[in-house]
């Protein structure tokens, strides 16, 4: 049985190569950049989204992202950011169901509008906005009209495999005898990115996880300078997984996926950029260097700073600080006792 094919035999659901070069966004005018820069973007979110905000597991991110790419096989993209967002956020709802990592609706909303607030937008505090209200029903309702569009869209098939397993199960039968243990998790840690990576781009509907997983294990063969064993001189290593795969597919999965993490390094140093640029102050001034770090100092930390180092001084130190009035009044009584008891000084 072919390797690329489920119990049943029925192969794992792709798109033909000419259904993705005539996608609907590109009738609709929307060029091949602005295509694929939208779906890093709206992968990068679902990605950042559901890992630290909802805790998801990687396969489940991963299995949202493929929910994404094959609707928006189906259906053509639009510029407006929202649209992109709320399809995102449907298909991290019905990945979480899929994959059995179920959120209640209350706390999925509860935790997106915690994540706009922490990335610059309006939180439901900020905006007055609670659980109960009206904005918070207009979102539950969107999510819920968004996820029966894209179940449609997606012929209800919720089958998703991912080239975790088949990478792992390679560099394990293949790599780990050659290179040792050490060296293999190094790999695999590598691999594991690499494969996140193929994510962000539309690799994941038209080709198979067994051979993104081979694509992966090329691009680490020629990073690692190892070569992969081969079962025959006369047949290529990847054949045995993937017996219809050739070398030109190889190249186009690596170069996708250099190129889509490549965007998305390019975004995060964007963002930086703007955040440090908010506070950054002219070197050519240093005054207003210096009121800039007064400013941004808290007083808090000032005044605890300065607390320390006066106790610390012993010249400076009060011994009756940490007394309470009682230790206070007794010492006081002590001291008078000792005065009187003590021997007048003899005349010279």
């Known amino acids: 049985m072919n390797p690329c094919t489920q119990e049943g035999g029925q192969p794992y659901p792709v798109f033909p190569k000419w259904a993705l070069e005539h996608t609907p966004s590109r009738e609709a005018g929307v060029s091949e950049n602005a295509e694929n820069a939208i779906r890093v973007k709206a992968c990068s979110f679902i990605d950042e989204f559901g890992s630290s905000k909802l805790r998801f597991p990687r396969v489940t991110c991963g299995t949202a992202a493929v929910f994404f790419h094959r609707f928006y096989a189906r259906h053509a993209h639009t510029l407006e950011q929202n649209d992109t967002r709320e399809n995102a956020l449907a298909c991290l709802f019905l990945a979480g169901k899929a994959m059995g990592t179920v959120v209640k609706m209350r706390n999925f909303c509860n935790l997106y509008y915690e994540y706009k607030a922490e990335t610059g937008g309006t939180g439901m505090i900020a905006a007055g906005v609670t659980l109960e209200s009206k904005e918070a029903r207009r979102f539950w309702d969107m999510i819920a009209r968004r996820e029966t569009t894209i179940m449609e869209a997606i012929e209800f098939n919720l089958w998703v495999e991912h080239p975790y397993r088949y990478l792992f199960a390679l560099l394990r039968h293949k790599v780990l005898p050659i290179i040792g243990a050490e060296m293999c998790k190094a790999i695999a840690r590598d691999g594991y990115d690499l494969v996140k990576g193929s994510f962000l781009t539309n690799l994941c ?142 005349a010279p």
Request: a positive charge.
């Open 205 to 346: 509907i038209s080709y198979s996880p067994q051979e993104i997983a081979v694509g992966v294990a090329h691009m680490l063969s020629g990073e690692y300078d190892f070569k992969i064993p081969q079962a025959s001189p006369h047949v290529d290593w990847f054949a045995e997984l993937c017996p219809e795969m050739k070398r030109k597919d190889i190249s186009r999965i690596s170069g996708s996926i250099l190129q889509a993490s490549n965007s998305q390094t390019r975004t995060k140093v964007k963002k930086n950029k703007a955040s440090t640029r908010i506070h950054s102050v002219p070197k050519s001034d240093p005054h207003s260097r210096q009121r800039h770090h007064q400013a941004n100092t808290p007083t808090l930390k000032n005044h605890h700073k300065s607390y320390f180092t006066h106790t610390s001084n012993p010249a400076n130190s009060n011994p009756n600080h940490n007394q309470t009035p009682q230790m206070r009044a007794r010492n006081r009584k002590r001291h008078k006792s000792n005065d009187s008891t003590r021997a007048p000084d003899s």
